[in-house]
């Protein structure tokens, strides 16, 4: 009898071993597969939480642009129908002061068009560059107008359109990326 209750302690001991053995591995699995994927949420987050920032650095600066371009159309308004007669000296100063604010609120603007280029995707980098651009037919009619071109008004009204389509178009594929992640 006491050589079975040994086989039988040995057996049931060894069967313990290696249930615990098979336990330990597979709760040692399931804190990696936990750990992988709190990690993986975590990068998720960041990656989202950095692109909504440069997402809405860009838009915020692309409405002080816009700020800028209101403001060039309140002294073309103030100045009649902004023909070569229309601006008087004081409006001309004013555009020249406008075209100056410009230029610096582009540079940023150019430079968040890099920072969205730097945190992706393409989608959205691409939309972005195409605002940025849609900027330049503004400043090459604030230079038209400042030298007296008597069509320069208008067309720096019809630039509004492009511009706060092209706007709109970034916004959209910002906001699919971000919901998308």
Not at 30 to 37: L, S
Not at 63 to 84: F, I, M, P, T, Y
Not at 137 to 155: L, N, S, T
Request: glycine content about 6%; overall charge neutral.
């Amino acid at each position: 009898m006491a050589d079975s209750a040994f086989w039988i302690a040995a057996l049931t001991a060894g069967t313990a071993v290696l249930a615990s053995w098979v336990t330990s591995r597979g709760t040692a699995r399931a804190a990696r597969i936990q750990a992988d994927t709190t990690a993986s949420a975590q990068r998720v987050e960041r990656l989202r939480e950095a692109r909504r920032t440069a997402y809405a650095e860009f838009m915020e600066q692309a409405q002080r642009l816009s700020d800028v371009h209101w403001k060039v159309s309140d002294v073309v308004r103030g100045a009649g129908n902004g023909e070569r007669g229309g601006f008087g000296p004081e409006q001309v100063e004013e555009l020249r002061r406008l075209r100056e604010l410009q230029r610096d609120e582009y540079a940023t603007l150019r430079n968040l068009t890099w920072v969205v280029s730097l945190e992706g995707p393409d989608e959205v980098a691409d939309l972005a560059n195409k605002v940025r651009r849609t900027t330049n037919p503004f400043h090459r009619a604030i230079e038209a107008m400042i030298e007296g071109d008597v069509g320069a008004a208008a067309r720096f009204d019809a630039c509004y359109s492009p511009f706060w389509d092209a706007l709109k178009e970034f916004i959209k594929a910002s906001r699919d990326t971000l919901h998308g992640m």
